[in-house]
């Protein structure tokens, strides 16, 4: 299983943009990338994935890196109900289970 | 769409006492999961179904703890005996297959063994 490395903390400001990121240097050829997002006492929630090419949806962006060993969630615009622990998880193509590291916690401040 | 359903919310008991959580996964997922999150570090997987078929449950404690998935819709989550070491928040999830990255997972039933 590839071994993650993520920032303990991160602060933002309120409507300001947030890049958090991943290294995943040991991840190989057919692993997604996922991230995933843990509100204060609730469980965690999905927010993107990606392969190779960057990806986009409607709560973030994923950018990768062109050698695959990171890569970076992007918050466009930080609202207070961002504030959470961000999960960078490398996960097999072929189905491999998701092992969550101590992730990002992020804070935003008003 | 109704979202991944576990009870209790909340649990209370002393060490050696036993414990059972329930979940109930979204409609039609076949892949069900129990995690293990320990205050301040990330959820661990403790045991996947596939239907009522255990895929993985390399990380569950077998000697004190068991689940089942009779009829492949919902689950059980038993403790016995319990110890203080197993204070955490349980989670379950469901995903549509075994293969996806993209799991939904309930609120959690926190447990503290006193």
């Known amino acids: 299983d590839a071994k993650t490395t993520q920032p303990n903390s991160m602060e933002s400001n309120e409507e300001e943009p947030v890049h958090l990121p991943c290294n995943h240097s040991?991840?190989?050829?057919?692993?997604?990338i996922h991230w995933y997002r843990q509100l204060p006492s609730q469980g965690p929630e999905y927010v993107i994935h990606?392969?190779?090419s960057n990806v986009n949806n409607r709560m973030a962006s994923l950018a990768i890196a062109e050698d695959r060993k990171s890569s970076t969630l992007i918050l466009h615009r930080a609202t207070l109900r961002d504030a959470a622990v961000y999960y960078c998880?490398?996960?097999?193509?072929?189905?491999?289970?998701?092992?969550f590291g101590q992730g990002t916690e992020l804070s935003v401040k008003p | 769409e109704a979202g991944v359903a576990q009870s209790p919310r909340y649990k209370i008991i002393e060490k050696r006492q036993s414990v059972a959580f329930w979940c109930n996964p979204i409609?039609?997922?076949?892949?069900l999961y129990w995690y293990q999150q320990i205050l301040g570090q990330g959820p661990k997987l403790l045991i996947q179904f596939q239907n009522n078929g255990v895929v993985d449950d390399s990380q569950l404690p077998k000697d004190r703890f068991s689940a089942e998935r009779l009829k492949g819709v919902d689950s059980t989550l038993k403790i016995q005996p319990a110890k203080l070491e197993d204070s955490a928040v349980y989670l379950c999830a469901s995903s549509f297959g075994p293969n996806t990255g993209e799991l939904f997972f309930g609120e959690g039933s926190r447990l503290t063994v006193l």
């Open positions: 409609s039609g997922h076949a892949t």
């Open positions: 998880i490398p996960q097999n193509a072929r189905g491999g289970k998701l092992i």
């Open positions: 040991t991840i190989s050829g057919t692993d997604y």
């Open positions: 990606g392969l190779t």
